[in-house]
T-cell receptor, first 117, second 110 residues
Framework: NAGVTQTPKFRVLKTGQSMTLLCAQD?????MYWYRQDPGMGLRLIHY???????AKGEVPDGYNVSRLKKQNFLLGLESAAPSQTSVYFC????????????????FGPGTRLTVL | RKEVEQDPGPFNVPEGATVAFNCTYS??????FFWYRQDCRKEPKLLMS???SGNEDGRFTAQLNRASQYISLLIRDSKLSDSATYLC???????????FGQGTRLTINP
């Protein structure tokens, strides 16, 4: 049981290049999330998904796209990378948080460190 | 007003001391609460859930005050390995995502 895994762990891009970050979970979780975290700052939600085939915007979605074609995978795409997207990207997953009285919580992957030059 | 607010610190305390953090939340529909720990350059990890009656896990005690809308974390006999950022996290009833505080940075000094 690997939990939440992220690929790649590190990446350096040039401005304007594109890339896809992959998140995979083996816990059969319905919900998946992408966050970014900048130095000395809190987590900011980029996009999330409440089930296979669904996606929704978080608080900082601009410049990113996502897809959830399979329940266990959640992909984050950068179409044209910018230096402002230099950050650590965390994926997380959870069971259905909307269930009444839910005490479920999120589990995070180890992160992807992205530098855009 | 932020939905979840924490004192960012940093808190610098000597090894063996007791340290406490508070966290306030603004949404009265908040239904479940958690403390996460995040080490430098690592992912956040669940430290403990917070139950209405309060709960302990070894040297860690979590309390919930629904009337005043705050939760607290107490660390007794602090160890060097307790140095980390502690995140207060809230699940609001009906929401599809958790709300994370900005974190409180703790450094335990030898």
């Amino acid at each position: 049981n690997a939990g939440v895994t992220q690929t790649p762990k590190f990446r350096v891009l040039k401005t304007g290049q594109s890339m896809t970050l992959l998140c995979a979970q083996d816990m059969n979780h319905e919900y998946m999330y992408w966050y970014r975290q900048d130095p000395g700052m809190g987590l900011r939600l980029i996009h999330y998904s409440v089930g296979e085939g669904t996606t929704a915007k978080g608080e900082v979605p601009d410049g990113y796209n996502v897809s959830r074609l399979k329940k266990q995978n959640f992909l984050l795409g950068l179409e044209s990378a910018a230096p402002s997207q230099t950050s650590v990207y965390f994926c997380a997953s959870s069971l259905n948080l909307r269930l009444a009285g839910s005490t479920d919580t999120q589990y995070f992957g180890p992160g992807t460190r992205l530098t855009v030059l | 007003r932020k939905e979840v607010e924490q004192d960012p610190g940093p808190f610098n305390v000597p090894e063996g001391a007791t340290v406490a953090f508070n966290c306030t939340y603004s949404n009265s529909a908040s239904q479940s609460f958690f403390w996460y720990r995040q080490d430098c350059r690592k992912e956040p990890k669940l430290l403990m859930s917070v139950y209405s009656s309060g709960n302990e896990d070894g040297r860690f005690t979590a309390q919930l005050n629904r009337a005043s809308q705050y939760i607290s974390l107490l660390i007794r006999d602090s160890k060097l390995s307790d140095s980390a950022t502690y995140l207060c996290v809230v699940n609001i009833q009906g929401a599809q995502k958790l709300v994370f505080g900005q974190g409180t940075r703790l450094t335990i000094n030898p």
